[in-house]
């Protein structure tokens, strides 16, 4: 198997490997307790590799230590003239983008071990704008969670600045992890200056509940259609099934309940339900047809739950490489 395409999981644990027992011991004490456990668990289903892809995973790892102390060191605008001289200009930019998501998990590192209750009794009275800060370094689960218990005029206001969030001045962020630490009693963590965004802000909304999702959707289509808009464009909903490829339907339906997906397409659109029905087997349609002919006084709320729970199976299938995702059907799919 090529080395591009492990997951990163398998990658890290390659690169323990290699580094050999005692590198690896003093690699540990870095880590916390649940990612020394896990990594653990992919260096024991590690398969033998062939030696010259266990030399594309080093170099790899090398490429993105480089990236990282340039970028940590000479600000991105630095980093990208001295990596694309390096390694030519898409691998520059593909390492950046992979180097600055790693960054950006250290900051407010303490916020995301602590559940969203704390985390909203917090932060609940601060300016949105250092709300909006805050939770672009939370999980987008927290995030969604708090913009959904936020009052009507502030979580919209809160979508808006985290969308439109680019960078934030280290000290800034320095500042607000400090007071936030005081309040929450959690240890420090280390700075970054990429924050929010919007493809964060469409990973939140992708966790929010569809309730919530419209409720936002109809007040910023109102005070700003166009971010709307661009939000949308990003986002991955229940919907937008009907442009999957084939196999990527396939893939997800291996991994949902038959009964989520039965109470999922009770009210699905024509689209969706074709897509779905035409990339099952005979057996398995006709067993989904009659599980939703026998449903009956279904509420709203299950129904959207269960479309959530598809989605996010899609999601997470997207991020380990399984699927892929055509937005619209746009996107051009080349095998």
Do not use: W
Not at 169 to 194: C, D, F, H, N, R
């Amino acid at each position: 198997m090529p080395a591009e395409e492990r997951r990163p999981a398998e990658k890290a644990a390659a690169v323990i490997s290699i580094l050999g027992s005692e590198r690896a011991s003093e690699v540990f004490r870095y880590l916390t307790e649940n990612e020394v456990e896990q990594l653990s668990m992919e260096i024991t289903r590690l398969p033998r590799l062939a030696e010259n892809e266990l030399e594309d995973i080093a170099k790899d790892f090398y490429n993105c230590c480089v990236t990282e102390k340039v970028i940590t060191e000479g600000g991105r605008d630095y980093a990208k003239e001295v990596l694309e001289k390096a390694f030519g200009q898409q691998q520059a930019r593909n390492l950046m983008d992979r180097v600055s998501k790693a960054l950006k998990t250290k900051a407010f590192s303490f916020i995301r071990k602590v559940d969203y209750k704390t985390l909203m009794a917090a932060i609940q009275n601060e300016h949105p704008q250092t709300l909006a800060l805050i939770l672009s370094y939370a999980t987008p689960e927290q995030a969604s969670k708090i913009i959904a218990n936020l009052s009507q005029d502030t979580r919209v206001d809160v979508v808006e600045r985290i969308a439109n969030m680019d960078r934030a001045l280290p000290m800034a962020i320095k500042i607000a992890e400090e007071v936030l630490e005081k309040k929450i009693g959690s240890s420090s963590s280390e700075e970054t200056m990429e924050v929010g965004g919007l493809n964060y802000i469409a990973d939140v909304m992708n966790h929010v509940d569809r309730s919530t999702e419209r409720d936002i959707f109809d007040e910023l289509n109102m005070k700003n259609p166009q971010l709307a808009e661009d939000v949308r464009k990003l986002m991955f909903v229940f919907e937008d099934i009907a442009y999957l490829d084939p196999l990527s339907v396939q893939r997800f339906l291996r991994e949902i309940d038959s009964k989520d997906l039965s109470v999922a397409l009770k009210v699905a659109n024509r689209d969706v339900t074709a897509t779905i029905f035409s990339n099952m087997s005979n057996r398995m349609r006709e067993s989904i047809q009659s599980d939703m002919e026998y449903l009956h006084n279904i509420r709203m709320s299950d129904v959207e739950d269960a479309q959530q729970r598809i989605v996010a199976v899609i999601r997470r299938l997207e991020e380990e490489g399984e699927i892929v995702i055509s937005k619209d059907g746009k996107d051009e799919i080349i095998v």
